[in-house]
């Protein structure tokens, strides 16, 4: 990221904080900072933020400990540090809110899921030779909308060609005979909003997790049954990410590897009995999504309740590796590039709760997004607890589950990752925490002291020293790689 790229990040500051505000310009700001004493050190304890622009600040104490003796090892007061707080990223995943922890947690998921398939991070590398499958979960249709569909032979289709031009009783022509460029915004929208059923679309985002869970246990169930016959066991894992498709509902791709259970150390990852290949894997989970069904608690708009289901196309594909590792099938290979380079980050989706007070700016029915919101305000009015989410969780237009999930097994874990980080801060930087290779207990006693960086001038130090950072570990890590 250059100066100026940093520069134009939204960054939040709290003058409430540390020792005194500055009241002077950016170029003060920085003079200010940069001239004191206590400078390097400050930096220091900016980095463990990795370049957050709204970071949470902590007050209190870490004590090491040696686990063994007792002894204090070590002993940190943030009263001691030149601003008194220490500070940590936010951790978002939204790019639209925090982009350097956003970049953190793709970077994150994407090792997550690699390692899954290919081993590292504590997964054995013979996982590479797991049946592996492929497969994404997306909604059922609720209204025609603009799409961008590329034909096999790699030319885009036209949109919704119909010989004879036909209207809906809102008098909206029902075809479309455009070949839509990408990002063109009328695509994912309908071609009526009226006609578009809103009420089942942020139902179905609302119920997705739980046809996820039912779906996962009958495919387990399935997979035991074939297991039996051959006298063996399987291990079903699985990590998933959830992501807003343009028409602003959820959808779900997904890695599935199965293991072999080792009767003698359950614990061990095994490869499974030859017969139960991914090919099988794929026909069982085509087979369990388009079963998988069940229908909502009763609405008063709809009193039989939404009957929940998938979307035609679930499409399994067997994940072959190369002997690099790399991924042979270019669906997955460019689904973990994304989780390794771009952005997931549907636009003109809130950014926060929906209030009485910003309910009109956000849920404004000459929007797409708009209608989607206020149908979750509308439908949450419900007693029921499944309805009610609705209301709470309107600005994920009805989604509250997870982004990025896994079964317990399929590898490391998004908190594992983060604690490695922090300890190669820690060592870097020789903040506390850090005795070389010696295990530590590390007792920490802090309290919140507030969100944010002092200044604008003490953000952009801080976040460019972050991308120093993260430069020069890219480096290192690129002639590691050379030299090996
Ligand atoms: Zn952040
Ligand atoms: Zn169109
Ligand atoms: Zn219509």
Known sequence: ????????????????TGNGASTGTLGDELLERAARDDYDHWLATTLPAGGCVRPIRLRGTIRDIDPATGELLGRVDTENLPDKVIYLPCG??????????AETYRADTYQLIRAGLAGG??????????PCVFATFTAPSFGPVHTRVTTPEGRIARCRPRRKASYCTHGQRLSCGQRHKEDEPCLGRPLCPDCYDYNAAVVWNAHSSELWRRTIITLRRQLDKTAKTHGTRVRLSYAKVAEFQRRGLIHFHAIFRLDGIDPVYPERTIQPHPAITAGLLA?????VASAAWFATVPHRVKPQGWDIRW???????????????????VAVASYLAKYATKSTEPAGIPPGRITAENAEIWADKRTHQ???????????GHPHEDFQALRRWAHMLGYRGHFATKSRRYSTTMRALRAARHDWHRRQHQLPGHHGDKTVITETELEWAGCGWRTTGDALLALSAAARARD?????REESAAAS
């Open 370 to 380: 708009g209608r989607l919101i206020r149908a979750c305000l509308r439908i949450g």
């Open 92 to 101: 978002d995943r939204r790019a639209s809110v925090c982009p350097p922890c």
């Open 283 to 287: 026909v069982l989970i085509r087979q």
């Open 311 to 329: 979307g035609a196309q679930v499409d399994p594909r067997v994940v072959r590796l190369t002997d690099d590792g790399d991924v042979t099938d």
């Open 1 to 16: 990221m250059t100066a100026l790229a940093l520069a134009l990040l939204p960054v939040l500051t709290d003058s409430r």
């Open 472 to 476: 020069h570990r890219r480096i290192a």
């Open 121 to 130: 991070k504590g997964i054995p590398e013979s996982v590479a030779l797991h």
